[in-house]
């Protein structure tokens, strides 16, 4: 769902556009200053590891990358990344565990809280002086033929970028982020599957400024559109809704993450913009709201909707969050093959490390009994089975009509019954995840979840009846 504004034309807009892009910039570009204290901050760091790797005859160097390192972060996320490289020589053990150890000990030496994460190996953040800190160990690869993991691209991809994206492409990146920010289309991970911070930079190293991606996006971007910008000629092995091609890596597409959803969210908010460009599309949509308004809304759309809830294990966005994302549709799918047909759906998991799935039903209550179409009387044999198979059926004008009780008359009914061990075959369920379905689940009404005020619970039920907005309280 995107908003349309009603506000100056396109072209009056980009009469004046390099001053509005400079107003903008000024809001969300960090200063020299504010960068060269983290750059400064980092240096601090990894000589504290390659310090200590010294003493232990460890080989080892240390890269900032991501984009910090490219001079592409946002005002307020400087997340700093220091990579700790090594020799193809080393084993994968040797690399996790000299990883983790000199991660462990560089957070340590500066007083930080620290908390193990995984990727394609373990690696470690750290909380340093109010910055998020992760220290990942990787392989010094030169290119992409020598890769032993996902992660070793990266410093590719910081070589590539810094070869060549100008600094006022980098600027155009930084609106680009914005943009993409503020119409929920930017992030990569499992969560959202949207753009990543290296397609943005990407996108403006083939088209050069941020107007150019959009008006491109708008106009000319369908299903399976293809970038190569250093002409590989691999994009017709992927059928992705965008397929650009990394140029370290020649078999990888780098919007493989991107959803078909966020795709078509990203050309519509460019059109929308282009039809009626304002300021407003770099911040957050934002509104407050409470438990009158949202029973409210839903009393409006007259569905009937439930959600489900249950515990869900730690483990990485990527690994959860898509188990979640099967099971939800599994719901959808065993739910609408009982008639229950479901007009929205959503997730989120709160604080409490609970996953909660929104089901949003146009109705939760059906008849007794159920049709089955048969065959048309002209075929004899299917005429024989469907009696056979249906006994009480009888003919309506020139077809078999049969009529049985349903399985299933109410929403509630069904899923007690599905979510049962020795019931759940039918579901498609994440691995991690299906005992807790089972054994110590909730499946409440909306209006009993509003009722309860969470204002974690009302800010995510808002984000279901609109998806475009980000929910901001007093």
Not at 137 to 156: F, G, H, Q, W
Not at 187 to 193: E, I, L, P, R, T
Request: proline letters at 3%.
């Amino acid at each position: 769902m995107i908003i349309f504004f009603i506000l100056p034309s396109f072209l009056s807009y980009f009469c004046s556009g390099d001053i509005i892009y400079k107003e903008i910039l000024k809001e969300i570009e960090p200063s020299a200053e504010e960068r060269q204290k983290v750059i400064e901050f980092s240096n601090k760091l990894m000589e504290i590891i390659k310090n200590y790797a010294n003493k232990k005859n460890v080989e080892i160097n240390c890269r900032l990358v991501g984009s910090m390192a490219k001079k592409t972060s946002l005002m307020d996320k400087a997340d700093i990344d220091i990579f700790i490289t090594f020799p193809l020589s080393y084993s994968e053990e040797e690399l996790k565990e000299y990883g983790l150890e000199f991660g462990q000990y560089c957070i340590e030496q500066v007083n930080g809280k620290q908390e193990i994460r995984y990727a394609s190996h373990p690696y470690v953040t750290g909380i340093i002086d109010d910055f998020e800190v992760d220290f990942v160990p990787c392989y010094n690869i030169k290119d992409a033929s020598e890769l032993k993991s996902a992660v070793d691209r990266t410093i590719l991809h910081t070589d590539y970028v810094q070869g060549h994206l100008t600094d006022e492409e980098a600027n155009q990146v930084l609106l680009l982020k914005k943009f993409m920010t503020s119409v929920n289309t930017y992030g990569a991970n499992a969560k959202v599957n949207g753009f990543s911070g290296y397609l943005c930079e990407l996108l403006i190293l083939k088209y050069h400024n941020f107007e150019e991606v959009i008006q491109t996006a708008a106009n000319k971007w369908q299903n399976r559109y293809k970038i190569d910008l250093e002409n590989y000629g691999t994009s017709n092995n992927y059928k992705d809704p965008l397929i650009v091609i990394d140029p370290v890596d020649k078999n990888r597409n780098v919007a493989a993450a991107l959803s078909m959803q966020k795709y078509s969210e990203f050309i519509v908010a460019c059109r929308n913009f282009l039809k009626n460009p304002t300021k407003e599309y770099f911040k957050d949509r934002i509104i407050n709201t409470d438990e009158k308004e949202l029973l409210d809304e839903f009393e409006k759309r007259g569905t009937k909707c439930y959600v489900l809830s249950f515990n869900v294990p730690e483990l990485p966005d990527d690994v959860i969050y898509p188990q979640i994302t099967k099971t939800m549709n599994s719901f959808i799918n065993v739910s609408e093959m009982y008639d229950f047909n479901i007009i929205e759906s959503n997730y989120f998991i709160d604080s409490n490390n609970i996953a909660n799935i929104i089901l949003e039903y146009t109705v939760d209550k059906l008849s007794n009994v159920k049709i089955h179409q048969g065959p048309l009387v002209k075929y004899n044999e299917n005429g024989f089975n469907f009696k056979e198979k249906y006994p009480q059926a009888y003919i309506k004008n020139n077809k078999w009509i049969a009529v049985s009780e349903r399985k299933y008359k109410t929403v509630q009914e069904m899923v007690e019954n599905i979510v049962k061990k020795e019931n759940r075959s039918i579901l498609k369920l994440g691995k991690n995840i299906k005992d807790e379905i089972s054994q110590n689940y909730k499946f409440e009404s909306i209006e009993k979840i509003i009722k309860k005020e969470d204002n974690e619970y009302l800010d995510n039920i808002f984000m279901h009846i609109h998806p475009d907005y980000k929910l901001k309280r007093d």
